[in-house]
């Protein structure tokens, strides 16, 4: 039997969370709001779309934030002023 490795190395890979818009714009897949996102995290001037329960039961400092006093508890957009949005 004859065992042959295949090069991969020439296979161009894209992001997930990046596709391109009608505008030709770079996006990402939560730069629109979706069925149940009721949050939205500003990112280097970008809006991350999200549910608010799924990153409290993920987080606990998401946690802690919105389910105390903090004023991010009653906002409806949350800036993120230390936080890269390309995730690095």
């Known amino acids: ?9 020439s296979i161009k890979s894209e992001p997930i969370a ?18 149940d996102s009721d949050l ?4 280097e001037d970008e809006k991350f779309y999200v549910h608010l329960a ?8 998401f946690k802690a934030m919105f389910k105390s ?7 409806s957009e949350v800036p993120l002023p230390e936080k890269k949005a390309n995730g690095a």
Not at 1 to 9: A, K, L, Q
Not at 40 to 43: C, H
């Open 1 to 9: 039997m004859n065992v042959t490795s295949t090069d991969f190395s």
């Open 18 to 35: 990046k596709h391109v818009c009608e505008d030709q714009k770079l996006s990402h897949r939560f730069s629109e709001p979706w069925e």
């Open 40 to 43: 939205v995290l500003m990112v």
């Open 54 to 61: 799924i990153l409290i039961v993920n987080s606990p400092v």
């Open 69 to 75: 006093e903090f004023k991010e508890a009653t906002a």
